[in-house]
């Protein structure tokens, strides 16, 4: 193994300790910046950091432990918990209710599955959305449903949203149903230099009146859909209007 030495040739004690022990220091360390400035100092610690064990888990039935990454039954309280940067793991197998999560910090949201129809987020009728971003964030792997409201509503930050499925319940009243809801202006976000935007990579939209509706001054763009046996597939983003002069409708229409 390669060790890192000072201008004296000396080895730090440091690089001595084993994967286990620095991964539960880095644990102390905050994600932003400190975690971060961490994975820079060599390609173990760039592993180190981002290891599994220190990612906070969504799980009703498990049992935090010193030994495991700290567990909690709700999503909320993760959200409420986590550091800015951090990863939350979502437990599959289960449904997790969901009901207008305030996320104010940067945070990763993966579904634990092999496919995102594994872990379910669900937002039922009176709600109106299931999550609502104000920080750049970056939902994965999830199936995100909504009985009357919004999957996921944007109000500024940078938002990814990869390899999900989400759904609008079918409703009387499913005009007022939408998958993806933006307010966000075209300027940058309060905590990184990026401009407010959404970008949706390899995600399926079902139901609902529109797939996208924004109510900023960001417009949809660069839309692809690739028509799947049970399901639509959609890459876009929704962001600053492009200066060519070429104006994409603000709405997908039904899905």
Same mark, same amino acid.
């Given at each position: 193994?390669?060790?890192?030495?000072?201008?004296?040739?000396?080895?730090?004690?440091?690089?001595?300790?084993?994967?286990?022990?620095?991964?539960?220091?880095?644990?102390?360390?905050?994600? &932003?910046?400190?975690?971060?400035?961490?994975?820079?100092?060599?390609?173990?610690?760039? +592993?180190?950091?981002?290891?599994?064990?220190?990612?906070?888990?969504?799980?009703?039935?498990?049992?935090?432990?010193?030994?495991?990454?700290?567990? %909690?039954?709700?999503?909320?309280? $993760?959200?409420?918990?986590?550091?800015?940067?951090?990863?939350?793991?979502?437990?599959?197998?289960?449904?997790?209710?969901? !009901?207008?999560?305030?996320?104010?910090?940067?945070?990763?949201? &993966?579904?634990?599955?092999?496919?995102?129809?594994?872990?379910?987020? &669900?937002?039922?009728?009176? %709600?109106?959305?299931? &999550?609502?971003?104000?920080?750049?964030?970056?939902?994965?792997?999830?199936?995100?449903?909504?009985?009357?409201?919004?999957?996921?509503?944007?109000?500024?930050?940078?938002? #990814?949203?990869?390899?999900?499925?989400?759904?609008?319940?079918?409703?009387?009243?499913?005009?007022?149903?939408?998958?993806?809801?933006?307010? $966000?202006?075209?300027?940058?976000?309060?905590? !990184? #230099?990026?401009?407010?935007?959404?970008?949706?990579?390899?995600?399926?939209?079902? +139901?609902?009146?529109? $797939?996208?509706?924004?109510? +900023? !001054?960001?417009?949809?763009?660069?839309?692809?859909?690739?028509?799947?046996?049970?399901?639509?597939? %959609?890459?876009?983003?929704?962001?600053?209007?492009?200066?060519?002069?070429?104006? !994409?409708?603000?709405?997908?229409?039904?899905?």
């Amino acid at each position: 193994m390669k060790r890192h030495c000072d201008e004296d040739g000396n080895v730090s004690a440091v690089h001595f300790l084993d994967d286990g022990c620095l991964v539960r220091i880095f644990s102390f360390l905050t994600p &932003l910046p400190d975690r971060f400035n961490a994975a820079r100092v060599c390609r173990r610690w760039h +592993g180190l950091a981002s290891d599994r064990r220190m990612w906070l888990r969504v799980d009703h039935s498990a049992v935090a432990s010193l030994l495991q990454s700290p567990v %909690f039954p709700t999503l909320q309280d $993760a959200v409420s918990a986590a550091k800015p940067g951090d990863t939350i793991l979502i437990s599959s197998g289960v449904t997790h209710v969901s !009901t207008n999560i305030y996320i104010d910090k940067p945070l990763c949201l &993966l579904g634990e599955g092999l496919s995102p129809e594994d872990t379910l987020l &669900l937002c039922p009728r009176g %709600f109106e959305s299931a &999550l609502e971003f104000s920080a750049s964030s970056r939902v994965a792997n999830l199936t995100i449903m909504a009985e009357l409201g919004s999957c996921l509503l944007h109000r500024k930050g940078s938002l #990814l949203v990869e390899g999900c499925a989400l759904r609008c319940i079918e409703h009387p009243l499913e005009h007022l149903s939408c998958a993806i809801v933006s307010t $966000a202006d075209a300027v940058p976000s309060a905590y !990184t #230099l990026q401009q407010n935007g959404v970008s949706v990579i390899e995600t399926k939209i079902e +139901g609902g009146k529109e $797939a996208v509706r924004t109510y +900023g !001054t960001l417009v949809l763009q660069e839309v692809r859909v690739v028509y799947a046996r049970a399901a639509l597939v %959609f890459w876009f983003n929704v962001s600053k209007k492009c200066l060519s002069g070429l104006e !994409t409708p603000i709405f997908i229409g039904n899905v």
